[in-house]
């Protein structure tokens, strides 16, 4: 049953590595031009900051119910000392958020006027870490790993530079030596160093720049030939690909399967990705059933979808759509 699956997640210890951000948001009111040029003026009522990037992943998983620890490199910054106090607030784990002199904290910027966003103002650097920061990044991990000995640990890639090559094989390698279940959310950089992954989970855009096929049309037919050629460089045990309005993909050792998207009233897709990573690698960890994982994380992708900005699932929520939408399918 779900809600006894859902109990089980507070038994979990999950560790999720990548690029960290801040999500600002800026809630104004328009009511002139300005006199400066031809653009509005933009009076903020409300501010809010969020956390983005893999630190939303981290937040998915802890209102979720499980433990979580955050470990990424961020810069030595306002900004960056403002993300550790959110995460600390959430009750995330900060041992892993090291910072450097070298690193600019991601910082992403809406400014929004009646639930429209009009601009978006972006910090960042995507150079990768330096070779310093880089070992000493890749040493604490591993340490960590080796005496906490998560149950689960996500690469949310951002190609923001934490995730280079090295870094990502050395922390796969110890957890198969561990036997922690190992889900990646990838991007184009670093597309096939994730090699002998559980749960490799690309988007559709993200397949057809990794692949370099058009993929105009998504049939299971063709997501199986993609599974294969990903299965090829990578692997891995199951492909679990996002495909927007229609649904998801999964395919595990034996088949796969194209599962539709429930019918939604979307307000803001910003976040979805880390909403249905999170719900996929906890479900996936508790059940080892992909069929299971993809249907849950499914509908938890489409619940956020309905609110405005980045915000994490809501558990009951969720648990309750679980409930009502799959009461006949799934126990």
Not at 82 to 108: C, F, N, P, W
Not at 280 to 304: K, T, W
């Amino acid at each position: 049953m779900p809600e006894e699956l859902f109990e089980k997640i507070a038994d979990l210890h999950v560790v999720v590595v990548g690029d960290v951000m801040i999500d600002n948001y800026r809630w104004g009111d328009v009511e002139r031009i300005s006199p400066e040029a031809p653009v509005p003026v933009v009076s903020i009522r409300r501010s809010e900051n969020r956390l983005g990037g893999a630190a939303n992943v981290a937040l998915n998983c802890k209102a979720l119910g499980a433990q979580v620890s955050m470990a990424s490199v961020i810069g030595n910054d306002e900004e960056g000392r403002s993300l550790v106090a959110l995460l600390e607030e959430q009750g995330i784990d900060t041992t892993l958020v090291q910072s450097s002199d070298a690193r600019m904290t991601t910082a992403k910027t809406r400014i929004l006027s009646r639930n429209q966003q009009m601009i978006r103002l972006d910090s960042e650097m995507q150079e990768e870490l330096n070779t310093r920061d880089e070992h000493a990044f890749i040493d604490a991990t591993l340490r960590f790993l080796q005496i906490r000995k998560p149950q689960i640990l996500i690469f949310e890639d951002y190609n923001k530079g934490v995730l280079k090559e090295n870094v990502i094989q050395k922390i796969i390698a110890h957890c198969q030596a561990l036997g922690i279940v190992v889900a990646v959310d990838p991007k184009l950089r670093n597309f096939f160093a994730y090699k002998g992954v559980d749960i490799f989970k690309p988007n559709l855009k993200e397949v057809r720049e990794g692949l370099h096929i058009p993929l105009e049309q998504v049939t299971e037919a063709g997501m199986e030939a993609v599974h294969r050629q990903l299965q090829e460089q990578l692997g891995h045990r199951i492909s679990f690909i996002t495909l927007s309005e229609k649904g998801v993909y999964y395919h595990d050792e034996t088949s796969g399967k194209v599962l539709p998207s429930h019918i939604r009233n979307i307000a803001d897709v910003s976040g979805a990705g880390d909403t249905v990573i999170a719900v996929a690698a906890v479900v996936y960890a508790l059940s080892r059933d992909a069929g299971l994982m993809a249907a849950y994380s499914n509908i938890a992708g489409g619940l956020v979808c309905e609110e405005v900005g980045v915000v994490p699932v809501n558990r009951d929520k969720l648990l309750a759509e679980i409930q009502r939408l799959l009461r006949d399918t799934v126990s």
